[in-house]
């Protein structure tokens, strides 16, 4: 096994311990010490990462993808391409809060 389905599978535990949690409090906010705001974004990241990975997963398998080299060429050109054009485009605004 490789290390995305290493990941895959740790990720699908703690989402299938996080339901288990869920089942473990059936009455929500009486039993559970975290307000509905916090719960709901506990399960939608887990369901995100969950998602993503998943796909990640899926792609790998399906995609020969070239060596470490050229995808690290690639990622530093968008990289750097996206920081000059967001430098270009940002008002000054914005430039001048660091933001």
């Not at 010490?33 to 990241?45: N, S």
Request: charged residues 10%; glycine residues 6%.
């Amino acid at each position: 096994m490789n290390s995305i389905s290493w990941i895959f599978i740790g990720c699908l535990i703690t989402y299938i311990i996080l339901i288990c949690i869920g089942l473990r409090f059936p009455k929500g906010a009486e039993d559970w010490p975290f307000d509905r705001a916090a719960t709901l974004y506990m399960f939608i990241t887990m369901s995100a990462t969950l998602l993503v990975i998943t796909l990640l997963w899926y792609v790998s398998t399906i995609i020969q993808w070239p060596d470490i080299n050229t995808m690290m060429s690639y990622v530093l050109l968008i990289g750097f391409i996206l920081l000059i054009v967001i430098g270009l485009f940002a008002s000054s605004d914005v430039r001048s809060r660091g933001v």
